[in-house]
């Protein structure tokens, strides 16, 4: 064990999955396996305990389920990142799961190798799926968040050139698509993502994506 290593627990309600996945996490040099859950209200538990760096959150499950989970999690400060897991691509629950705080969502069958990926990605603070998967995600199931006609005080506090980086990267765009049309390095369309993000309060661009949709600024 180092102290470099990527801690992951997990929430799932299926003893063969949890099997499954601890088995792959372990024989990673880079991660280390701390805690399983078989339900939700556990998995807010463990995650309090424990404090892994990411979870691995099933949706589904009896009694308390991920959502609900992860938004507990998320509310409570913790600085552990959830990884939503799924079946279906593009789900309901998924959505109001990443509006709740989930850093991504995984579907259940993705291939280990993506997983691990994953894992390592979202430990660095990005997020794990394409950025126009997140926006596909929230605008099919925009109706799941409520949209308000108040524009945020926090918002008018960006700069013009602030608000076109929100409004591109609400859209879906990458920090190299918005470099390549706005003719800019990827350095400087990063920074002022950062600067968004920090001035707006919020952790990634999956929340960026949220903000957009929940004040009609998409």
Known sequence: MTSSQITVALVDDQPLFRSG???LIESQDDMRFIGEASDGAAGVALAKALKPDVMLMDVRMPGQDGLESTKQIVASGSATR???LTTFDLDEAVAKAVGAGASGFLLKDADPEFLLAAVRTVN????????QATADLIRRY???VP???AVPERYLTLTEREREMFALAS???SNGEIARQEFLSEATVKTHISRV???LGLRDRVQLVVFA????LN
């Open 21 to 23: 996945i601890r088995m």
């Open 82 to 84: 959830v990884l939503v």
């Open 124 to 131: 660095t603070g990005a997020e794990v799926f394409a950025a």
């Open 142 to 144: 925009s109706a799941a």
């Open 147 to 149: 949209a308000t006609t």
């Open 171 to 173: 859209r879906g765009l």
């Open 197 to 199: 993000l920090a001035k």
């Open 213 to 216: 949709y929940e004040h009609g």
